[in-house]
């Protein structure tokens, strides 16, 4: 070991920053491929998975555009274009079959820890919303990844399977719903944990209360400076790589090593709320994950869901989310953080997003002032015998939205995942939200192929036996993927044909 002015310096083929879905998953691979190298993990929280990938933290939705609208977009003459929903469901395919590779192999542990078959389910109200859920069906039951996919407007039949939304619901609204049996939940924390143990197991290592307090690039060698946040020891790692995986905190890292890619990225965090509840007779009548649209003249991200989650064993049910503020970028971040994040080379995309955001920006200023009633109001759309005294208001994670200039608009990269490299690729992170973990080993290939290009022809038979890309396999191959991946994950069996409305 030798030593740097900012303490021991260490040597390491690759470091994996922030201790979450995305940095397990890539360490695993990488380990796959590439097991002579040295791996360090470093995450600032005394375990993994605390932060974004906590169970509390997201909705655990194994995203596979089954029942959200967002990645189903309305087209002018009322038509739904549903290339977005089969792209993420091609990408969920790819992580189940890699968890399942791993679990057959059995390098992860019990998969009944981090994943149950709960069904996904889209929720329309009202004419238009029930015209935009149909059309939605419509676009995504032929295709083989929504096989089975069911449409009802039968009372009777959405009181069957849904009893808490629609047992004794009145009014002359009109509702429908479709529902897939190929849904799931994750505990996205469990299977992080149980991902770094697994690269534990073949030499990599991880190190948690690990604070990365800057990153410098010296020739072809990244500085990644440290900082123990119990004894305040300080290191150096030296490493010819580097992926941020760090979610908030991903921004300031790539602003701290001065890479002009990241020059016009800004950032604005949202703390997302959700109301929550127990009660087991309330638990037992919701079976499932519903996605409902946005309100008339509300962005996107608004769309509102009520889930079933299982977390430690224990069942639940959360309703929202809610928006609400705060400057830190993580939940346990510094309230400088987005003061700090603005420079003189991003504050016109601050500026620009602003202008060009109006509706998001009004969204914001109402959820933040938003009173309980209103939010019980929300949720009696869903729940009309939803009574306050059953539910509480949670504080479940911390969303940065990033902001980036796009033909001369500020835009907000809502949805999907920004994948950002420099210095000819041995710089990696990511930035973006939802669907994010779900289709982590398909976005985790794509850093790989940005970052490695000359050794991707070598892995690449490895990672089409642990992670193939499903968008290149032909329909009977994809089917016999999906079945053979939920058969070792102890989930409920694909359907193999559609399902007419009912």
Known sequence: MIRSRSGPSEDWDVVLVGGGIMSATLGVLLMEVQPDWRILVVERLDDAGLESSHAWNNAGTGHAGLCE??????????????????????????????????????????????????????????ADGVAYLRARWEALRGHPLFAGMEFSDDPAVLASWLPLMFDGRTGDEPVAMTRSTQGTDVDFGVLTRQLLSALRQRGGVTRTGQEVTSLRRHGAT?????????????????????????GGGTLPLLQSARVPEIRRYGAFPVSGQFLRTDRPELVAAHRGKVYGHAPADTPPIS???LDLRVVDGREALLFGPFAAFS???????????????????????????????????AFLVRQVTQ??????????????????????LITAGQRVQVLKETGG?????????????AAGGSLAALLGASP??????????????????????????????????????????????????RRVLGLAPAPTTGVGAR
């Open 69 to 126: 609208f967002n990645y189903t977009p309305r087209r002018p003459d009322g038509t739904v274009d549903a290339s977005s929903a089969v792209r993420i469901g091609e990408q969920y395919v790819s992580s189940l079959t890699f968890w399942a590779a791993l679990v057959e192999r059995g390098v992860l542990g019990s998969p009944e820890a981090f994943i149950r078959s709960v069904p996904h389910l889209g929720f329309g109200h009202g």
């Open 222 to 246: 990244w500085l990644v400076r440290v900082r123990d946040r119990d004894t305040g020891r300080r290191r150096e790692l030296r490493t010819p790589y580097v992926f941020l995986g760090a």
């Open 303 to 305: 769309v509102p869901h």
């Open 327 to 361: 400057p830190r970028f993580l939940t346990r971040g510094r309230p400088t953080d987005l003061v700090r994040s603005v420079r003189p080379g991003n504050l016109p995309v601050l500026v620009a997003s602003v202008r060009d955001n109006r509706s998001l920006v």
């Open 371 to 392: 009173s309980a009633d209103a939010r019980m109001a929300a949720l009696r759309r869903f729940v009309p015998a939803a009574r306050a005294e059953d539910w509480e």
């Open 409 to 421: 608009r500020g835009t907000l990269v809502g949805f999907g995942t920004e994948i950002v490299t």
């Open 436 to 485: 994010g973990a779900s289709t982590a080993a398909s976005t985790l290939r794509d850093v790989l192929a940005a970052s490695f290009p000359q050794r991707l022809p070598e892995w690449a038979a490895r990672l089409d036996r642990l992670a193939p890309p499903a968008r290149q396999l032909d329909p009977d191959r994809l089917g016999q993927a999906v079945a053979q991946a």
